[in-house]
């Protein structure tokens, strides 16, 4: 029975049912896509790339199991032939990529003219270039969208090309966790790209084309890249190949990744052992033990930092518009802006803040001072930071007025001018262990904190509050937050994770991360610290100071310099301040005499480590002469092993006690020894002074050689640089002959493509494989083939007419090289001439074949035609009762009807004329003009001429005939044709 249709309103039960079968239905939809996620490979090539992807696609198999996207500089004003000419290097589908277009695998997508193109959710985008004259960068844009959308699957190749277009994808590539591949700069025609991309560092593999492929399928097919399997749950334990591998880094870098995310460590380790194609980490930890160079690669890979200018254009325009004008609103003219950058990577972030504040402070006319504190755990990127030069490739994230108002243009370069360099200082900075900067107005710290375990990122966060002045702003990465630390900021802008230090709370920044951990020592029972303060101690020190000051004599500590250490007891009758530069070396601070004893005695105890006592040096204080006994000893610091010395000043009234006798001191006799030793002393001075200059005159020889060594280079290099000249002016030669032979080519192209257009000969060009590479819109009459069927074998394609052996016969000429000309009908009646021959290039190498279908149908008309008057003419000639007769310009009979073979008593029929070869004049009597020979000789027509025929065998018959001549081309006799009466 048949169900009524109505068209009542649903209830809300029944659109919650829709509904859910809806999401249920977009649900496993959605499933199924993720499913069939398959590594994609973007292609990135410029000038000379086409030979590098020609051999790359050449050693790829069509099952790989992957997706190539090429994307390539291609000319605005001309066709791409690129699919054509890659599709006999692979039998892969090629495709021109189309909006929307979803990627499938074992298929290659090329970019078309004039379109930039990105990756989103597996589906290509295409938008049109910008119509200026600046710069395009179609690698860096899709390398960019790639990394993305696809992640650890995506794999970015660069081959040959001028400039530094992908150098930046590659960064984006790297850093979601994907792979470079970039060609070798020996096989490259043009190594610009390739160069720029390994110059980063960032590069997996450095390959020529014809290797890339094997490679390729090896990384995609390792396990830890094909495979499934989840790592969250990886936990770094001591002992283990993992804690091994972070120990490397550590010694190596003295860079400590424990409060990194394991997750993250463990997929970077991962994509380095698939690199390596190892088979367990145990195996990889062996290399990173023996090669240091694969120690700096993964700490690289553990530190890629994903960053460019301008990075989220909205988040800098809250910066703008909110954060900045607050920032400047607090300070007077004569304060300072203080930002800190941390994890600065290459420097762009930081840069960018500097050019942001640049433009307030020329609007504001703020003449503060604006410093940008960037940091980061890196050496490297901060030295590539510090160079602010960068690669032209930033043209897509820095607009046309900054560029030029901000940045100098150098070849393929950009560099930052000094009024934006001025404003940056760089340095090398862990935030985990380092102390943080202060009093800072803003810090920018994005996409660090994703990296870190939540007790580093509180702890990070904690010194950002402590490092911000009150109202101080937070810049996050937009996948960060502040978590459980709400309280200690305000939030400004939740989408840009924009924050300001909440003013009420001061988090204290010295915890258990900036002071060293020390193992507690278990406390005795009943047993008080060693170091507890108690009135016994302060007793016993009243005692000593009491015992130094009563008993002690006056004493100087001094080192092996003669600088003064320490003083005991009153000095100052023997030791006075020097005038002019303060100098604690004891022999300037005592008189003359004393200055002698001191410096002899100083010498032979350090050189005999033996005390040694002066007895009764005479000394003048206050224009009276006093006495004293002067007692050096020495002594080491037993901690610091440091050798001391103790000047020891006693009264010439009290006797001394030493292990060594004491002497008098002699002053003659002592500063004849004070002079020798100083002479010793300058003897050992002159000498090293003397090899010092001798090494000195060594190193300046060898720089005046250098020096000419490098004025003969500056030389070679000018001799060098005239000859590039040559070379140059060759190349706009070359290259003006070049631009001549393209514009040939494209009239010649032209003039092709409207020959097709307008000509009726139907015409098909196949390849060595028989696939179509070419057609004219006439063939579409005769086979069935339209502009996509391009590339595909022609035994695909379905045609009109009747031929049953059309593909055997194409075949047969491919390989025979014989051409095959027929005719055949279509099944609308209409003829054609099918010419099936060889394409020979120039140099006659057979590339294919050609086929042709001439339409002959109104020829075959006109045959017909001819062929129903011609049998209407000889049978009107038949049934004459006159004899018609025809011959060539010899004489000789070619035609005669019926009558005509009786006039002249013949047997036969007109078939059989050829065989017997009659003369026309030789059937007429001596006595009779020559019907012929008279035409011949007036080359005029006969009229009623009386003749007589003569016959062997029956009676001669008399006849009356006329004649008419027949001319050729060039107006001489070619025949005659005669009509005979019988009389």
């Known amino acids: 029975m048949k169900k009524k249709v109505t068209f009542d309103k649903p209830t809300a039960s029944e659109i919650k049912v829709k509904q859910q079968e809806l999401e249920s239905s977009i649900d496993l939809q959605f499933e199924t896509e993720v499913q069939e996620v398959f590594p994609v490979v973007g292609v990135g090539a410029s000038a000379g790339g086409l030979e590098a992807l020609e051999t790359f696609f050449r050693n790829i198999k069509a099952d790989c199991g992957l997706s190539f996207v090429v994307v390539q500089h291609l000319s605005p004003d001309y066709k791409s032939l690129m699919g054509e000419l890659l599709s006999k290097y692979t039998d892969m589908p090629i495709y021109r990529a189309e909006d929307g277009m979803r990627v499938k695998k074992n298929c290659v997508y090329l970019i078309p003219p004039k379109k930039n193109m990105t990756i989103f959710h597996n589906k290509l985008y295409l938008t049109d270039q910008r119509p200026t004259t600046g710069l395009n960068l179609p690698i860096d844009i899709f390398f960019r969208s790639l990394a993305e959308d696809y992640g650890e699957k995506a794999i970015a190749v660069v081959l040959s090309g001028t400039g530094s277009d992908g150098t930046l994808g590659i960064r984006a590539i790297k850093g979601a966790g994907g792979m470079v591949m970039a060609q070798n700069e020996a096989s490259a025609k043009f190594d610009g790209m ?50 091994k591998i972070l120990a490397a880094i550590r010694t190596r870098t003295s860079t400590d990744f424990t409060y990194y995310k394991p997750n993250t460590i463990v997929r970077r380790i991962e994509r380095r052992i698939s690199v390596h194609q190892f088979d367990t980490i145990d195996d990889y930890m062996k290399l990173i033990v023996d090669s240091p160079t694969e120690v700096n690669i993964l700490y690289k890979e553990l530190l890629i930092g994903v960053t460019k200018f301008f990075r989220d254009p909205e988040a800098f325009d809250i910066l703008k518009n909110k954060v900045i004008p607050n920032i400047f609103k607090k300070k007077k003219s004569n304060e300072s802006i203080r930002v800190w950058v941390t994890a600065c990577s290459t420097g762009e972030e930081a840069y960018s803040l500097a050019i942001m504040f640049k433009e307030f402070m020329e609007q504001e006319n703020f003449t503060g001072d604006v410093k940008i504190f960037a940091t980061d755990i890196d050496k490297d990127s901060i030295e590539y930071a510090s160079t602010g030069i960068y690669p032209e490739s930033i043209v897509t994230d820095v ?44 810090v920018s710290c994005r996409n660090l904190l994703i990296y870190l375990l939540p007790i580093m990122q509180k702890k990070v966060l904690t010194t950002f509050s402590f490092a911000l002045q009150n109202g101080g702003f937070l810049f996050l990465g937009t996948s960060e937050s502040i978590g459980d630390l709400s309280s200690y900021f305000y939030t400004i802008d939740n989408k840009w994770k924009i924050y300001q230090n909440n003013e009420g709370i001061k988090q204290s920044i010295i915890d258990e991360f900036y002071v060293p951990i020390i193992k507690r020592q278990p406390i005795l029972p009943n047993k008080e610290p060693a170091h507890k303060i108690t009135p016994e101690n302060e007793l016993f020190e009243d005692i000593s100071a009491n015992l130094f000051k009563q008993f002690v004599p006056a004493s100087v500590v001094i ?77 080491t610091h037993e901690k610091t092993k440091a050798n001391l010395i103790l000047l020891i000043f006693l009264p010439a009234d009290k006797a001394t006690q030493s292990e060594n006798a004491s002497e008098k001191f002699d002053m003659s006799s002592n500063i004849g020894l004070r002079i020798k030793d100083l002479e010793q002393e300058l003897k050992y001075s002159k000498e090293n002074l003397q090899a010092t200059i001798e090494e000195l005159e060594t190193s300046n020889e060898e720089l005046q050689a250098t020096n000419e060594e490098l004025i003969a280079s500056n030389e070679e290099l000018q001799s060098t640089n005239e000859e590039l000249q040559s070379v140059n002016e060759e190349l706009y030669t070359v290259n003006s ?18 020959w097709f257009n307008v000509t009726s000969i139907g015409t098909i060009f196949l390849d060595l494989k028989l696939r179509v ?41 491919l390989h025979t090289l014989k051409p095959i000309e027929t005719e055949l009908k279509t099944t609308n009646n209409i003829w054609l ?118 016959h062997q065998d029956s009676p001669h018959l008399n006849v009356n005939l006329t004649g008419s001549p027949i001319f050729d081309d060039f107006g001489k006799i070619d025949g005659a044709v005669f009509t005979i009466f019988e009389k």
Do not use: C, W
Not at 403 to 426: A, C, E, G
Not at 737 to 754: R, V
Not at 778 to 801: C, M, Q, T
């Open 399 to 442: 607009s046309d007025e900054r560029l030029k108002k901000y940045f100098i243009k150098n070849s393929n370069t950009f560099k930052i001018n000094d009024s934006i360099r001025q404003m940056v200082i760089f340095a090398t900075h862990n935030i985990i262990k380092d102390p943080p900067f202060s009093k800072i107005d803003l």
């Open 559 to 635: 080192n092996e310099k003669y600088d003064i250490l320490h003083v005991y007891n009153d000095i100052n009758k023997f030791v006075k301040l020097p005038i002019g530069k303060i100098s604690l070396n004891i022999l300037n601070m005592v008189p003359n005499e004393l200055s002698i004893a001191i410096g002899t005695a100083i010498h032979r105890v350090m050189k005999e480590k033996k005390d040694v006592l002066y007895n009764d040096i005479s000394i003048e204080i206050d224009n009276k002469l006093h006495f004293v006994n002067l007692l050096v000893r020495p002594f």
């Open 833 to 950: 001439l099918l010419k099936i021959l060889p394409y020979r290039t120039i140099e006659n190498a057979v590339k294919g074949i050609v086929i042709t279908f001439i339409d002959i149908t109104q020829t075959k008309k006109y045959e017909e035609q001819a062929t129903r008057n011609r049998d209407l003419l000889h049978r009107v000639l038949e049934n004459t009762p006159i004899g018609e007769v025809m011959v060539d310009k010899n004489g000789i009979i070619n035609f005669a009807n019926k009558k005509a073979f009786e006039i002249f008593n013949l047997h036969g029929n007109e078939e059989s004329l050829d065989d017997m070869r009659l003369f026309f004049d030789s059937f007429f009597s001596q006595n009779t003009s020559k019907p012929f020979a008279s035409i011949t000789k007036t080359k005029k027509s006969i009229f009623n001429l009386e003749g007589l025929i003569i």
């Open 194 to 243: 390739p160069k720029s991309a390994i110059s980063t560092g960032l590069v997996d593999y450095i390959l020529p084309p014809g290797e890339m492929g094997d490679q390729l399928i090896k990384y995609v097919a390792h396990p830890l890249i094909s495979g499934n399997d989840s790592k969250d749950d990886v936990i770094i334990n001591e002992g283990d190949a993992l804690s």
């Open 773 to 813: 590479r070419k057609f004219t819109p006439a063939v579409a009459k005769f086979v069935n083939l339209i502009d996509n069927d391009l590339g595909r074998p022609i035994n695909h394609i379905s045609y009109n007419f009747q031929y049953d052996n059309f593909f055997q016969d194409a075949e047969s000429v």
């Open 737 to 754: 002959e070049y631009q001549n032979k393209i514009e040939e080519l494209t009239e010649l192209n032209n003039d092709i493509n409207n």
